[in-house]
């Protein structure tokens, strides 16, 4: 069975990471084998120039290359073509049973918005626009926020087990 996939969205500065990682860390404390993928605008470098990799990689021409230590292992690859979140699941976490996915807002991926009124006037969620029936709850620090879907309060003290419990029921 294919992995079940959710996206985590919202504006920058928002809270995605943190998000990500503490929805992470409830679905494996409740038994699910979990992986993410954190999408990227900007084009980076995790490996310095010189280094043994970097020369496999840039001055041997390798498509792909395998660091393995003992306590980590990487891969890094030359993307071919650009690859969505779902084909990115299929070819490298086909073994999760969720992949929580960071970005990708434009994708058909079911998904979570963290919405911080702190850092943004307007959350992405706007109710009957476009896209918006692929959205599941909105996690705000908002008190005023109202949506026809779930909306958490970053307050309130059960949000996290809430939003877990609308994962799993709406992950695809």
Do not use: C
């Not at 959350?123 to 008190?143: C, H, K, N």
């Not at 779930?150 to 419990?165: C, G, I, K, N, S």
């Amino acid at each position: 069975m294919p992995p079940r996939l959710i996206s985590i969205v919202g504006k920058k500065n928002s809270g995605k990471t943190s998000l990500v990682v503490v929805l992470t860390r409830e679905l494996v404390r409740r038994s699910h084998r979990v992986m993410t993928i954190k999408h990227g605008s900007h084009p980076f470098e995790i490996d310095q120039q010189g280094r043994d990799t970097w020369r496999h990689m840039h001055e041997g021409n390798a498509e792909r290359v395998v660091m393995e230590s003992p306590n980590l292992r990487v891969l890094l690859a030359k993307p071919q073509d650009p690859m969505g979140p779902r084909e990115l699941a299929d070819k490298f976490l086909g073994e999760a049973d969720f992949v929580v996915v960071e970005g990708y807002k434009e994708s058909d991926l079911p998904k979570i918005e963290v919405f911080r009124k702190a850092v943004h006037a307007e959350p992405l969620y706007q109710q009957g626009a476009p896209g918006s029936e692929r959205f599941l709850a909105v996690v705000t620090d908002d008190r005023e926020f109202r949506a026809a879907i779930p909306v958490l309060r970053f307050t309130d003290t059960a949000w996290m087990y809430r939003l877990t419990d609308i994962v799993l029921q709406g992950a695809k």
